[in-house]
């Protein structure tokens, strides 16, 4: 049971470099998410998609973007790192509605910016 | 926007005591989520709740969405030391966007 899974697992770049997060589920969920996660301040949302195509802004979307190419698949990118971006990325799906289908999480990115 | 506070930010406890803790939101909620983070690895979701005065439990785990639907609490019972880690409360609200608590991270001692 593959679930929800995120590559790579461990990052570290430097200040001005760009990568790409690729998480990919194998549950055919409609909803897709991105977090960031940093000591005491919980997971705050980065990006979400709510189908294939289809991408929008979460609580801290600044320096980021996002695709949804494909259904099984979420990219985020860092298009210029900053050292403000080093955290945990957690990607996570959904099968249907926001409100009421609870989220599945991937096993994290751990990124540092030097 | 939708604030929820998590309580309490720690607990240091014995193996076998039992373990309360909460989520307050500063309005209401229509789902309550309950999640548990062990060190390395993603929140994995132990508890979902629909509808306000809801009790579910699962195994030592037991939650329950409180009637005003401002809170929601969750008891382990008998902890035991794999239940160490954090734990997260997560709402929806009217605005059907997923808010998370800050987490309880709990230590279990022999």
């Known amino acids: 049971n593959a679930g929800v899974t995120q590559t790579p697992k461990f990052r570290v770049l430097k200040t001005g470099q760009s990568m790409t997060l690729l998480c990919a589920q194998d549950m055919n969920h409609e909803y897709m998410y991105w977090y960031r996660q940093d000591p005491g301040m919980g997971l705050r949302l980065i990006h979400y998609s709510v189908g294939e195509g289809t991408t929008a802004k979460g609580e801290v979307p600044d320096g980021y973007n996002v695709s949804r190419l494909k259904k099984q698949n979420f990219l985020l990118g860092l298009e210029s790192a900053a050292p403000s971006q080093t955290s945990v990325y957690f990607c996570a799906s959904s099968g249907g509605r926001y409100s009421n289908q609870p989220q599945h999480f991937g096993d994290g990115t751990r990124l540092s910016i030097l | 926007g939708q604030q929820l506070n998590q309580s309490p930010q720690s607990m240091f406890i014995q193996e076998g005591e039992d373990v309360s803790m909460n989520c307050t939101s500063s309005s209401i909620f229509n789902t309550w989520l309950w999640y548990k983070q062990d060190p390395g690895e993603g929140p994995v979701l132990l508890i979902a709740l629909y509808k306000a005065g809801e009790l579910t439990s699962n195994g030592r785990l037991t939650a329950q969405f409180g009637i005003t639907r401002k809170d929601s609490f969750l008891n382990i019972s008998a902890s035991i030391p794999s239940d160490v880690g954090i734990y997260f409360c997560?709402?929806?609200?009217?605005?059907?966007?997923?808010?998370f608590g800050t987490g309880t991270r709990l230590q279990v001692t022999l």
């Open positions: 997560g709402g929806t609200g009217t605005a059907s966007k997923l808010t």
